[in-house]
């Protein structure tokens, strides 16, 4: 019933924006956006918006039907996954993905190259243990996080847990953690995680409920972690917050370079038995993490691959997912099945042999999961050309159908969606478009530029379980709902070449979108 509840308000929402667009007298319309793709046109026809609605509707069910009957995704996400294994920004393995993917787009005839940037230092996750010495003795898993810094052989010391809420409580451990085994916080609670989310990112992102705390939100949770840095303990260590002995995985934050000291991650099950263990006494373990980091710079590529225009090949429509992932499973469901649909959505276009008004542009990133290097090093080779972006179009939360499309804010871009997102929906089966805003992604240094840029929002299908931990293995992708993933990237991305007028830009936000 909730969920029916949020369909209807995003729907009518959409509808009475984009009625009172087309009720404004020119008196009373809104200012001309900062920016503007160059091909904006004037108002069109009921009759020309029907003309368009219908030769899309036509366009996408072509599209999907050159999907569903030949579709690589499957083959390629095998490959990637199993041959290629886990891809960390800098590693070879992604080096290696970035080579094999444009090597596919060639074989789909596809134009296609590489675009790379250099990283400070690449990181290899090398023997990692941990035990309980004190008052029991027990061996548990712990895993680094993303470009720690490696223990001193092995270590040992006493466990101290903190509890604070905010930074200026800190002063209360001052003096007290040098040497020390670190718990960072409580355990998580996980009766609170949401058994039913309403989508994937939902499922390991919870949206905000109720008065928000002034010290969340990961900038706190980094400060607090730097805080902690300074006094020097031999290692820090975070709960996965994941159920059935499940780790996550994350990043130090420190631009692709060491961490002050060692941080790790327990599962959620040892943290809290050692945070138990701790209200009865005193606690000490060992443990040791053997990381290690290239001597030198490293580089990292994205894939880049494009199907001119044949009106305004200067003007770019962009649809993408990550190709580099963290490094526990196989990286295929975060973000194996965005990549391979973006993947597949090139093929599929290029097959039917159609010539697009706009220049179509496929993106594989790199450094999505370690700081955002492949959408920044994209947008600094094509700074000239970002005025001419038209729209991008994101797929990053796993198998799962793709069941709307968030408007991301771009209250401006509504009325053209709408009509871009009619034929979708009824070839696709969609619900309206979303109008929540999902950060977190490749999209966010689009919208920080202010282009009109669109996250896919998808069934939750195991993506809480898999994401950033040792389960997101291929066995989890589901067929069916990922190829029909990559008809619709092909299909949007089809329907805003061929849209007549270009979707508005915004101006940049005074304080960068997350």
Known sequence: MIRIRRQLLAYVTILLFCSSLLAQSPETAPQEPTKTAPQATAERSPEQRDAYRKAMEDADQKIAGEVKAHSELMKNLEFLTTQIGPRLTGSPQMQAASQGTLKRFQDYHVDAHLETAEIAHGWTRGVETAEITSPIQRRIGIHALGWSKATNGEITGNVVALNVKEPSELAQYKGKLKGAIVLLRPPADLSKLDPSPENAYDAVIPPSRGVPEPNGGWRARMQLMRQVAAEQPALILADSGKPDSLFNMGGVFTRYSASDV????????DYDLIYRLLQAGAVAMKANLQETFSDKPVPVSITVAEIKG?????ERVIVGGHLDSWDLGQGALDNGTGAMATLEAARALQ????????????????????????????LKNHAVEIPAIDAVLIHDTGTGKVFSISLDNLWETAGLMHEIYQPLQEVFDLQPLSTRYFGSSDHVPFLNKGVPAYFCVQLPAQYREAHHSQTDTFDKVVPDQINEGAALLAAWAWNVSEMPQALPHHAEPASPMD
């Open 310 to 314: 044949s009106e305004h090949p200067e």
């Open 262 to 269: 060692p941080i790790a991650f327990l599962t959620h099950e």
């Open 351 to 378: 097959a039917l042999g159609w010539k697009p008004k706009r220049t179509i542009t496929f993106i594989l990133f790199t450094g999505e999961e370690q700081g955002g290097i492949g959408a920044d090093t994209f």
